[in-house]
């Protein structure tokens, strides 16, 4: 089954702790609703730009944009 990374950015000063704190929340959703996940994590571009990271089957993709609204996404290969 595809694998689809989807991402969130965060930018400014506080994006690093930021983006951390939402890998906490997305965690706790993904639990809640019983969604397998193989990687939830942040990248970090610059200090100025950070994001979080979460890779998901494919299926899982419209109902996850639907309640978590990622910026963007990609397909893992």
Avoid: Y
């Amino acid at each position: 089954m595809a694998k689809v990374k989807l991402i969130w950015d965060f930018r400014g000063p506080a994006a690093k702790r930021t983006a951390e704190h939402h890998c906490i929340h997305l965690n706790e959703f993904i639990a809640l609703e019983s969604i397998e996940s193989e990687s939830i994590t942040t990248e970090e571009f610059s200090e100025m730009h950070v994001c979080a990271l979460l890779i998901i089957n494919e299926d899982d993709v419209p109902f996850m944009r639907e309640k978590l609204k990622p910026h963007r996404g990609q397909l893992v290969k």
